[in-house]
């Protein structure tokens, strides 16, 4: 972990996210996850849906941070084809790199933000299940 990082956490995202989503624990990437490169920092934990279903979600920081976006992943979607989600598995949670008004980048929002709208986007993703549709389209 970088020292830009380092700072980063100890200065609020460790104590924001205790507050926000206390199930959600800081790891540093061993390999086992594909999605995580070694040595990544991220925060992993479980949200449960309004439809009673539980995911495990990882948000990884960049190895070069600041460069680069935070990033989502829903394990149990990864070999899943979803709409609004990329190539590498990561969730579409903001637009701005494909030319939309997102409410933001990845690099300029804390971890607790990214889990909140992963959160919103579960339940998108389970209307669509339900419905053929995403919400808001």
């Known amino acids: 972990m970088n020292e830009a990082l380092r700072e980063r956490l100890s200065r609020y995202e460790i104590a924001e996210m205790g507050r926000k989503f206390p199930q959600f624990k800081l790891f540093s990437g061993d390999g086992k996850l594909n999605f995580v490169p070694r040595g990544a920092a991220f925060w992993g934990g479980r949200l449960k849906t ?3 279903t539980e995911y495990s979600l990882a948000v990884v920081y960049p190895v070069n941070y600041p460069n ?27 637009s701005n790199d494909h030319g939309g008004g997102g ?11 990214i889990v909140a709208w992963a959160a919103a ?9 339900r419905t053929g549709n995403w919400p808001g389209k």
């Not at 986007?121 to 299940?129: D, G, I, R, Y």
């Open 68 to 94: 680069g976006q935070i990033k989502a992943f829903i394990s149990e979607l990864m070999n899943t084809p979803t709409p609004h989600k990329y190539v590498d598995g990561h969730l579409c949670l903001y």
């Open 50 to 52: 309004n439809f009673g």
């Open 121 to 129: 986007w579960l339940n998108a993703w389970e209307v669509f299940q």
């Open 103 to 113: 409410e933001g980048i990845g690099q300029e929002t804390t971890a607790v933000t």
